[in-house]
């Protein structure tokens, strides 16, 4: 092969094993076993299980709207979590639980009792709340046999968010919302008529003021730790009351907790808050069961019961 062959021969040898070595390098992802602080907190944030919580009904204190009001803004709200993807309502056991008006006009002395109803059904949240105003004002200017009519609705909601691990009010939000409607009526509208324009206005303020609060309730509850229960031990396998609808996942490592002891005000009595328990085991989990539970084995320690608090380790 004479010199002006081999170095042809050559130069398309080395091309082609370029463009093999290139082609297979462009799906190859690069990983690193280190993150920076940034990163490392961006996936901390990504890397959650589902908050179980209850929705009490919402009271209507205001005179108008009535029951339509707290139906509407009780589901406005239970609509807005679930599209969040970070919440799991309970709607099985809602009847165990007493409305928000309840709530309100016990004054606070019933919340101990909700918190431990909610520590039974292995709840993290109880939201409760109430429309503290709704109304309707409206102004007419006649101009012969039609008249202009500008219709302005508002509403005052006010939500209430409570931390069962904590036993403690995570947040108190209220918000206004207005509406207004600007429309030409014939002179003898109809009473049924006029009922349903301010009907659809206070229910369109009513969205507006609940559409507002969904991000505090983010805000103060993806800072609270997640925690689930132990609901029952056999042999070598121990059943945790959170699984695959929660987000929990095969091979998560889970923190088994002493319990938590009330801290009070050495002076006044006062109850300042609750330590965190102790890790007394670990428990890694292996497999699912049920409609959202998960099944898990020792992982290091011991002394485990049916009750103990988990959380993710």
């Known amino acids: 092969m004479n010199t002006p062959v ?13 463009v093999l070595l290139s082609s297979c390098s462009m799906g190859v992802v690069k990983r690193s076993t280190s993150l920076t602080k940034k990163e490392a907190n961006v996936a901390k944030r990504e890397f959650f299980i589902k908050k179980k919580l209850v929705i009490l009904p919402i009271h209507n204190e ?9 139906v509407l803004a009780t589901e406005e709200i239970r609509k807005y979590l679930l599209a969040s993807g970070r919440y799991l309502i309970d709607l099985q056991n809602m009847d165990s639980f007493p409305n928000s008006q309840a709530v309100f006009q016990g004054g606070g002395r019933n919340i101990n009792t909700l918190i431990n109803r909610a520590k039974g059904f292995g709840l993290n949240l109880i939201i409760y ?43 108190v939000k209220k918000v206004d919302a207005f509406t207004e409607d600007k429309s030409y009526q014939i002179q003898n509208l109809t009473n049924e008529n006029k009922f349903e324009l301010r009907r659809d206005l206070l229910r369109q303020a009513t969205k507006l003021a609940v559409a507002k609060l969904i991000q505090p309730i983010w805000e103060k509850t993806k800072k609270k730790e997640w925690f689930g229960r132990i609901a029952k031990i056999v042999g070598k396998k121990i059943y945790i009351n959170a699984g695959l609808e929660s987000g929990v996942k095969i091979g998560d490592i889970m923190k088994v907790l002493t319990p938590s002891q009330d801290v009070f005000d050495p002076i006044s009595g006062a109850l ?9 085991s670990t428990i890694e989990i292996t497999d699912f069961f049920g409609n959202n539970g998960a099944v898990g084995i020792l992982h290091s320690g011991g002394n485990v019961s049916p009750g103990d608090q988990v959380t993710l380790y």
């Open 62 to 70: 205001s005179p108008f709207g009535g029951k339509d009001l707290e």
């Open 272 to 280: 300042i808050g609750k330590t965190k328990g102790e890790v007394k």
């Open 6 to 18: 081999r170095r042809y021969f050559s130069f398309s040898v080395n091309l082609i094993l370029i």
């Open 129 to 171: 709340g109430r429309i503290v105003d709704s109304s309707i004002r409206q102004k007419e200017d006649d101009i012969g046999l039609i008249k202009e009519v500008f219709l302005f609705g508002s509403s005052t909601v006010e939500i209430r968010v409570l931390d069962v691990n904590t036993e403690q009010e995570v947040l």
